[in-house]
Structure formats: structure tokens, C-alpha cells
């Protein structure tokens, strides 16, 4: 397998990068080759300097960056040799299978969106966040905040996507699901979650479970949990600041709220999309990088997308 | 000025209400006369029990109770001889010039809107809840879950009764105000937020600071956070649950998670109707009664409500 990573994307790039493949190396049997798009007279001496030497490892030039406040769209089609551009081009041609980016949020989405294209039968791909549980599980919300406006049947969808992200790569036999609401009762919360929840009760690719709500975020009343990115958006934002709130009251240490640190996650794969496509917190660090390859690694053994394909053309027919 | 409270209200009613108004009674120069709405037969010997005599305290009968799962509207027509409703119509009548229940949440809200009703020029009534801020402060977040579906009208009057709020009850001078969004830049979001933007930045009656987003709950960008209902709800719920997730993590001594247990913020005042009603939380102790009394008597002391009233009548000319 070959994995594809922006060098230039994110606010402590290109060292961390190269670190966190380094980390990547030196964890274990190496089974992917990594392709660093960056540019070349800075990454190739960072990469020799840090003594990162392997096989697998391969540089690709990429004399442009987009910044990250540049309107994704126009930086996308103007900047073709930026290290996000050729990273789409790469995947969507097959040179890589797998594309990482710390970079601009917007850019990452629409290359996921127009290179490589949502799943057939997909109606808007989607990105998650995986949520540490007190019990010491792992839960996933979704969307986290590409679709801020969403329909029923989207919300639909991504409970699908969300189930087979949290049995494949979350370990999660046949995961609960849970709609995220404002009270128990089915009939309960604003038009799209009313609307949604008969959709996700009829829904027999997954293990509805009802709703849940802003107290069952922690515990393992539902393993996926699934609301419009608005929403979403605004619970993820909250819970990565938990990491922030325990330190600053002294228990940064504590194993349960380190678990709400960026870095310890990685980054958000958007959900969806033919190929892993997984985008970075800004400030990722060495460890968020590398985590994000092993994510990559995994979400291509399992072939995750492959098996996302395979229920909605089912579903279709 | 007279207090009423529902005695039968909550989960630890009647005794716990009894020990709340004891803990009132106990904690100051009185200015209240308090109302005790309830079975007679079952609240008169029980403040004679806890050896609760005082003056200002007075036992109005009511034998019947509204349940946690009786329908709102049904149970207030069905039931005038309970204590949300008798409750509801001394405060009408004037006998009384607060109402406080951790009763039925939903009998309240048609009970306020109903009996005495919104302010004139008051689209729809709002809910808040207070936020603790990491610095010691204390924000404000509204709606919390009166309003599950909103328009930006309704979010930019909600922005003036959290103003008038922060201002009068948390002492907070010029209170700026936040829309709770997904992104900082004015044009982010979704429909609503998108469509809110613009009336809250010509609103000459608040201090807009702009888009404030899940990070900044627990920072001190904004002292009143707007948002609909169902968002509001959820990020209450996920922050109510903070002191739980902290004491199971053998931080429940710590000062600032303590601020998030419902006992110390005690009830949610609902702004925008004609007199101060104070819901509280289904779990209420004596602490959690004790400071709604104190905070129903700040919001009588401050003519909180006249307030609103005079704001509304001088925009509506």
C-alpha cells in the first residue's frame, strides 16, 4: 500500500511531519510506502537530517503550498503544484491510496469531494471524530462539521458510514447507534431529528438504538452517534478543549482526559469517499501524524471504503 | 415581595424543598414571604418536622400533582388543583410575584407562556442556563431547549434577555455576547447562524462580539452564547455532565467542576415572560432550592422583568 502525506499542511510543518513518520517507522513491520509531497529542497535535507533513512520512504515534489486561509476552490485549481493538489492528483491516478493533510480544512474537502468523489449512491460524504468513552471505549460522532445543514436521509447515511467505521476500524461488533437529540422519546427534537428518527428505526444496515443525548456523550449508551455538522461541530470543539480545562485545573495527566487531545487522536477521516482521505488537526504534532498513518494503514487492510461501496450499491438495487 | 414554590415538584420533593427554604431562611435578612404550594396534609407536617417556623412562611393548599410524564397541556387543563397550576395562577393573579418548581419542565413552559404570557414585542420566551468559566466568571447560554427550531429573529431577542440577564443577575457590566457557531469569520455556519449574523451586528441594544465557537464555551470570549434550542440543550446536557465525569475521575473536589453540578447553578430562569418563573432540574437538593429562592428574590430586587418589558416597548416604537 502506498500512503500519500502533505509535508507542508499544518502549523508545525514540515519537522513534525517528518517525525511522525519517523515514529512510524520505528513502531513496528513497516507495510506501506510513504510518499512525502512537499517541497523537495526543504523536505529531502529535513528528512536526511533527522536521520530518517528507509526504503519506503519517497519524496515527491511539490513546489507550491496552500495557505490556510486561501478560498479552497481557487487555491485548488490555481496552486495544481501545491502539495494538496498533487496529492489528490496522486490518489485519484492510483500512484498513492491513501491521502493524509494537516493543511487547509476547506482544500482537503473539496479534493476529497471532486478528485476522488463521493460513493456512489452517497449523497454527501461526511467527517467523523472518534470520542473516548469513560468506560475506556471508543464511540464516533458524526458529521463533525462539513455538512452544517443536513436532510433526514443525509443523517441516514452517515449512520451507515459511521457503523461500518466503528465495527472495521474501532473493533465495535454490530456498534449502537444512536441519533443525538434533545430527550429520550422518539417524537422528541427539531424538525430534522423527528424527521430522522423513523429513517434510522427502518434502517436495517444498522443497530438503531434511539436517541441520545448531550449527557450520554461520555458514557456508552451508543457507540456511533449521529447529528448534522452544525451541531457536531460545536460538541466536538467542546470535548477537544476538555484536554485543555483538565490541565489548566492540574489533572492534565489524568489517562481520560489525555484521551481528549488532539494528538492522541489524530486526525478526522472523511467518510464517504472512494479512498482514505483523513485531514489533520492544525497543530498537529510528530504523534498526531503518526497516529494519522496508522489510521491510513488500517482503514486500507480492512478496505473500508471498499466495503462501504459494496452497502450502498446494495442498497441501491 | 412573595415567593411561590411547588413543594411536590422533583424527584426529592417534598423533604428536599422543606430543607431548601430552611437553608433560605437560615442564610440572611429575609425579604421574601414564601409560599409553600403543595399537599397540606404532607407539607405542613413535614416543615413542622424540620422545625421550620417562621413568619414568612406560608403553607397553600394543593392535593393534586402533575407527573414527570403527563402531558403538559392535558395535565394544567385536567389538573387546576395542582401546585404547577395553583402556582401559575397566583402568579397571574398577583399573589404572588415569582414562581420556582422542579416539577414537570414541560407543565412550567406552558404554565409561563399560558398564565402570564411573553413580554409584548417577545417573539417566543427563552430558557438559559449559566456557564462557568474557567477564569472564575460566569457566562450565560440561551436557549437550552425551550426552542428546538429557531428563527434569527428569535436568536437576536434572545440575545437581548441574556444581555439584560448577564447584566442584572451575574453583574456583568456591557456583557458581550456571542453567536454560537462553527467557525469565527461572520458567514460561517449554517442557514440560521448565517441569517442571524447581520441582526445581531445592527442590534444597537447588544455588545456583538461575533461567533464565538464550542472551544470558547469554557473561555471568556463571550458572556452570553446564543444559539437555538436543540443546540443549546445538548451543549448544556454534555456540560452538566462534566462534574460526573470529573468526580468519577476522583476530581469531584475540584472548585471549577463543582460549578457544573446542577445543585450549585441551581434552576433555569425563563426570560421574556412577564414574571420571574424558575425551573429546576429534576434531581433538585436543598442546596439547588435554596438558590433558586435566592435567585428568583435577585430577579424580584433587580425588576429584571420590568426591564425586558421597557427594552421590548421602546423597540417596538
Known sequence: MNIGLDMMGG??????VVKGIQLYLQSK?????IFCIGDEAIVKPLIEEQLVSSPYLHVVHAPEVIGYHEHPTKALKEKQKSSIAI?????????????ISAGNTGAMLVGAMYSIKAL??????TVSTIVPKLSGKTGLLLDVGLNADCKPEQLN???????????HILNIANPKVGLMNVGEEEGKGNILSQATYPLLKDNTAINFIGNVEGRDFFNDKADVMVCDGFTGNIILKMAETLYEVAESRGFGKD????????????GSPVLGVAKPVI?????????AFKNMIDL?????QTDLCGKMKALFETAQN
Open 157 to 167: 447515511q452517515f449512520a451507515i458510514l459511521g457503523s461500518l467505521y466503528s465495527q
Open 279 to 287: 485531514i489533520g488537526h492544525g497543530i498537529s504534532s510528530a504523534l
Open 11 to 16: 502549523d508545525l510543518a514540515p519537522l513534525e
Open 120 to 125: 456512489p449512491g452517497v449523497l454527501r460524504p
Open 296 to 300: 491510513a494503514e488500517k482503514m486500507l
Open 87 to 99: 496529492g489528490f492528483y496522486m490518489l485519484a491516478s492510483g500512484k498513492i491510496d491513501a491521502f
Open 29 to 33: 513491520f513497516i507495510e506501506a510506502n
Open 255 to 266: 489517562a481520560y482526559f489525555n484521551r481528549f487531545h488532539y494528538e492522541n487522536y489524530g
